[in-house]
């Protein structure tokens, strides 16, 4: 299956603090998602991104779909204890509609 | 509300036994998929169906078997044949399927159903 390349793995940060993750891969995507999973739960959308190079924005977090279609980045600004969780970006091939996953980014935020 | 409900929450398994997790969904979604989520480790596709009475295996199919005879309902089955089940199950939908400019789609999931081999 396709590799998404996700860094960093895990994150301890202060709150208050901005928090950067991004994604990789040697494919070309069509769509880069990114969820955030709490324990024992399914993933819930953040943001979707479908044509390279745009940046979208939903509340303090943001999102990039890279120029070359291979990578994609979430900024988180001004984290609060309740962002903590696994954030995990997805893929959509073109044209397969089959959606590949990074291994998650797992965030710890400080009070 | 429109969603995906998956059961059971936790299901528990003896070695040797088939077990079939249910999903369904409401969203009037023409694709479905199962992935599967070991601790610390990303979403791995198990299955996934564009349509009705047409399903295709994803990465790790051995040992899994799906059926789409309803748009709303993908159930998966675990089989013996699966030499490691212990894991947490996701069912996700997405609405658009088999278009060349797929822009717009995205995956809605399930609450996940947990599956543990005794």
């Known amino acids: 299956g396709q590799q998404l390349n996700q860094s960093p793995q895990s994150m301890f940060i202060q709150e208050g603090e901005d928090v950067s993750m991004n994604c990789t891969s040697s494919s070309i995507f069509n769509t880069w998602l990114w969820y955030k999973q709490d324990p024992g739960e399914g993933p819930v959308l953040l943001i979707a991104?479908?044509?390279?190079?745009e940046l979208t924005s939903n509340g303090r977090l943001t999102a990039q779909f890279g120029t070359t279609r291979k990578d994609s980045f979430l900024n988180i600004s001004a984290s609060i204890p309740s962002d903590v969780g696994i954030y995990f970006c997805?893929?959509?091939?073109?044209?397969?509609?089959?959606?590949?996953f990074g291994s998650g980014t797992k965030l710890n935020v400080k009070p | 509300d429109g969603g995906i409900t998956q059961s059971p929450k936790y299901l528990f398994r003896k070695e040797g036994q088939n077990v079939t997790l249910s999903c369904e969904q409401n969203l009037n979604h023409d694709a479905m998929y199962w992935y599967r989520q070991d601790p610390g480790q990303g979403l791995r596709l198990i299955y996934y169906s564009q349509i009705v009475n047409d399903f295709q295996k994803g990465d790790i199919a051995e040992g899994y078997s799906v059926s789409r005879e309803k748009k709303e309902s993908f159930p998966l089955t675990v089989t013996s044949a699966q030499k490691n089940p212990t894991a947490f199950y996701l069912c996700a939908s997405s609405p658009r399927t088999g278009t060349i400019f797929s822009g717009a789609n995205v995956l809605t999931f399930g609450a996940g159903s947990r599956l543990t081999v005794l």
């Open positions: 997805a893929g959509e091939l073109y044209n397969f509609n089959k959606f590949y």
């Open positions: 991104l479908y044509k390279a190079g």
